[in-house]
């Protein structure tokens, strides 16, 4: 594979995976626990949002096809879209929102502060710039599985069980392809399987503050990086695209 | 009984470096953690701030109104209290 | 001080432009008129979050996108604010919040009308809250204090609110045939609800005269519909859009548009909840306040907890 095209995917990957957990994040606009955390979840959803952009207009200049973001982030078919699973999971319940945003936040703050150091300048730019609200989704994403998993025993148990079910999901984040053997080898990105047991010590230590039980490693889901998805990823594009696929080629 | 929605707090903010805190509105939040996040999603998203403090609200105690007259008008007339009372000869420049 | 005495104080204070405070005293009607108005005031904030963001999921570029979220989110911070001001006069927020669920509270009709299409959201942002900010210049000069400084601080951010809508027209005026339709039909459907946004006819308003009396509202509502109206006929012309209003027309001689006539028995229709969404808002607000029950409780749960630990630390 050429460095082009492994960068070009690594970069869809990287931007797919904001572009649809910030969709996702964004559905709690108007219906969240208290007007407060209304305020803050659209704050994270809008960080993503901006990290979507930038990585996506890049992707756009590195395939050289003048491609724009909204090109990119509305007008590809499903099997070209590169976003881990967990990303795309439903919202349920707040606790099932907490668990996926922690989750990712951590392997998502492991992730950008190895890109700081990227050999790709303009990755090392977006992710210098990017790193800084990373860290604080991620404070903010730790506190809220101390407040649930310590805080009532139903808030308890619901969370818990929630980690249960998207465990099988964390897998899919560090699954690794001939574009991640490029990119590792250019110094562009970093090798997901020595991020892995950070992440999970990392977890494990915070699910333990929060009283609660690392669910055990058993079968993962896997798929998202040849963009074979779950169910709910239709739905989500079916809405994404709506408008663009409606009235194509529009200026809006 | 535990009280079920969160308490309210105040926000104050330095909007930047050098300048004190100032309020800049209330906001409910379970704890100060908390709070101090609120605070920073809802009155520093335009960049209004580089600090910000919270305190419950039930911590703030205040004058009253009916006591405004003798709390505050017997200064009225220290007027010696001001640079402006005292006359310096222009001669010996500013001072 | 007696009753009288407490009275006087606070009659001049109205008269000279002297903001009431929280721990002031005032008239019992006041504290209840001023209360009233602010808490319907954040409802509709709230509520108002609602018919936009049914259209975040499906904003068609990601400029828009963001734009759109962003300006809900202030809306949040709206309602926050102004729950705040109510919570001066000593009602909490839990319980202004439960008077609206409970059918006790009203809120604006306008956001009982639902969000169609994509033009909606930018005659939303055009019209109800163009609007919306002829009504709250006016309020920044509102007797009561908290309400005064929360209007201010809304002003401020209100300003992108506006421009963000008409420029969603503005690009859909400018784009294919089908586009401009999609404009045209949104304005046709938000013109009328939007001149409603200002209330019954000053003689028809059971708490105007009061509270132009009291300077909580400094304007009646005919005119500030009329001001509302004579600034946004040019900006539907620039548009290239028709407003659905026959009889409207410039009068040279007042210096101000002829306009014909509300429909008023759809606004108090509407009020009384036969509006197109009224169930749906308010189901979602419930919605949000049940599901949201147990995690407010967790967190309180928590927080106590580690005040607990920290004491038991310092200890
Ligand atoms: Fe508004
Ligand atoms: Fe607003
Ligand atoms: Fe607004």
Redesign the pocket.
């Known amino acids: 594979m050429e460095q082009k095209e492994a960068l070009f995917n690594y970069l869809l990957r990287l931007a797919d995976n904001a572009a649809i957990l910030g969709h996702k994040l964004s559905e709690w606009c108007g219906h969240g626990p208290e007007l407060e955390e209304d305020i803050a979840i659209i704050n994270t959803a809008l960080d993503l949002l901006g990290h979507a952009r930038s990585l996506y207009t890049y992707a756009g200049e590195v395939e050289g096809k003048g491609r724009t973001e909204d090109d990119l982030a509305f007008l590809r078919i499903e099997r070209e879209y590169k976003n881990a699973l967990i990303t795309e999971l439903p919202n349920g319940h707040y606790g099932d929102t907490i668990a996926r945003q922690y989750l990712f936040d951590q392997f998502n703050y492991l992730l950008f502060t190895e890109l700081e150091k990227s050999s790709d300048e303009t990755i090392a730019a977006i992710a210098a710039k990017a790193i800084k609200e990373i860290r604080y989704h991620l404070r903010r994403s730790i506190e809220w599985t101390l407040r649930l998993g310590d805080g009532t025993e139903e808030s308890h148990n619901r969370i818990q069980e929630s980690f249960d079910n998207i465990w099988a999901y964390t897998g899919d984040l560090f699954v690794e392809d001939v574009s991640d053997e490029e990119i590792i080898a250019a110094g562009i990105g970093p090798d997901l399987k020595a991020l892995q047991p950070i992440w999970r010590e990392k977890v494990k230590a915070t699910l333990a503050e929060a009283t609660l039980t690392i669910p055990e490693d058993g079968w993962m889901h896997s798929g998202s990086k040849e963009g074979r998805h779950t169910e709910h990823m239709g739905h989500i594009l079916s809405e994404l695209q709506y408008m663009q696929r409606a009235y194509p080629g529009c200026e809006w | 009984m535990e009280r079920k929605d969160w308490p309210l707090w105040e926000v104050f903010v330095r909007s930047k470096a050098g300048l004190s805190h100032k309020h800049s509105g209330s906001l409910h939040a379970p704890d100060a953690e908390m709070a101090i996040s609120n605070a920073r999603d809802v009155y520093t998203r335009r960049n209004e701030g580089v600090s910000i403090w919270v305190v419950e609200s039930k911590h703030i105690h205040s004058t009253l109104e009916t006591d405004s007259e003798s709390m505050f008008d017997p200064n009225e007339d220290k007027i010696y209290r001001h640079p402006t009372f005292y006359d310096i000869p222009d001669e010996v420049g500013h001072m | 001080m007696s009753e009288t005495d407490l009275q006087t104080i606070f009659d001049r204070k109205i008269e000279n432009e002297v903001k009431i405070e929280p721990k002031d005293w005032m008239p019992d009607a006041y504290r209840k008129n001023v209360l009233r108005q602010m808490a319907q005031h954040a409802h509709s904030?709230v509520v108002?979050m609602l018919p936009e963001g049914n259209w975040i999921t499906r904003a068609p570029s990601m400029r828009r996108k963001v734009a759109l979220l962003a300006k809900i989110q202030?809306?949040a911070?709206?309602?926050l604010y102004l729950y705040s001001a109510a919570e001066t006069l000593g009602t909490d927020r839990e319980r202004l919040v439960l008077d609206l669920l409970e059918g006790k509270a009203k809120y604006s009709s306008i956001f009982n009308y639902p969000a169609l299409t994509w033009a909606d959201i930018g005659a939303v942002g055009w019209l109800v809250?163009g609007a919306?900010i002829v009504n709250?210049i006016m309020l920044q000069k509102t007797s009561y204090g908290p309400y005064s400084r929360a209007m201010i601080r809304?002003c401020k951010?209100?300003s992108f609110?506006q421009r963000q809508g008409y420029e969603i027209l503005l690009t859909l005026c400018r784009g294919t045939e089908e586009q401009k339709a999609m404009a045209q039909d949104a304005l046709n459907r938000f013109w009328w609800p939007s001149l409603m946004m200002f209330g019954p006819s000053d003689k028809d308003s059971p708490h105007s005269a009061q509270s132009m009396a009291w300077k909580v509202k400094r304007m009646g509502n005919d005119d500030l519909r009329q001001k509302f109206i004579d600034q946004t006929v040019k900006q539907a012309d620039f548009l290239g859009l028709t407003i659905p209003d026959p009889d409207l027309k410039w009068n040279e001689e007042k210096g101000q548009y002829d306009w014909g006539q509300i429909d008023w028995e759809e606004f108090y229709n509407v009020i009384k909840g036969n509006g197109p969404c009224n169930k749906e808002r308010l189901a979602a607000r419930q919605a949000a306040y049940d599901n949201g029950a147990w995690v407010r409780e967790a967190a309180t749960a928590y927080a106590n907890k580690r005040a607990q630990r920290r004491d038991k630390d310092a200890a």
Do not use: L, N, R, T
Request: net charge negative; aromatic share 0%.
């Open positions: 904030e108002g202030d809306e911070g709206h309602g809250d919306a709250q809304i951010e209100e609110h």
